[in-house]
């Protein structure tokens, strides 16, 4: 199953557009995501500011790219390679988050 991230303004009440691109990863690996950098991923809902967790992303690559090792039960859950992506899933949202820092992140398992 995938989780999907997008970046998103609000223009007005209830109203929102889209900004950067859809981040997708595997809805399997959430923990990983939370043992490496903190954040919480929820369906359906909004995950915060992008000035608030860049520094989570940071955190979360540092942590994959200097213990990879101390993650590889991960790899048996999302498959292998699954450390490589989501260095690379947390590098592309940062990447997004840094181009637009007044949106907001929303998350929901992508169909």
Same mark, same amino acid.
């Given at each position: 199953?995938?989780?999907?991230?997008?970046?998103?303004?609000?223009?007005?009440?209830?109203?929102?557009?889209?900004?950067?691109?859809?981040?997708?990863?595997?809805? +399997?690996?959430?923990? *990983?995501?939370?043992?490496? $950098?903190?954040?919480?991923? =929820?369906?359906? %809902?909004?995950? &915060?500011?992008?000035?608030?967790?860049?520094?989570?992303? +940071?955190?979360?690559? *540092?942590?994959?790219?200097? $213990?990879?090792?101390?993650? =590889?039960?991960? %790899?048996?859950? &999302?498959?292998?390679?699954?450390?490589?992506?989501?260095? +690379?899933?947390?590098?592309?949202?940062?990447?997004?988050?840094?181009?637009?820092?007044?949106?907001?992140?929303?998350?929901?398992?992508?169909?």
């Amino acid at each position: 199953m995938q989780y999907r991230v997008v970046l998103r303004i609000q223009v007005q009440e209830n109203h929102w557009i889209k900004v950067g691109d859809d981040h997708k990863t595997l809805w +399997e690996i959430r923990g *990983l995501i939370e043992d490496t $950098s903190g954040w919480v991923l =929820l369906n359906q %809902e909004k995950l &915060g500011s992008t000035e608030s967790l860049v520094p989570m992303f +940071e955190k979360g690559i *540092l942590r994959l790219q200097n $213990s990879p090792d101390s993650y =590889l039960s991960y %790899e048996a859950i &999302g498959g292998m390679g699954t450390i490589q992506n989501t260095v +690379e899933f947390y590098q592309n949202l940062m990447k997004d988050c840094r181009e637009h820092p007044y949106a907001e992140l929303y998350g929901e398992i992508a169909t």
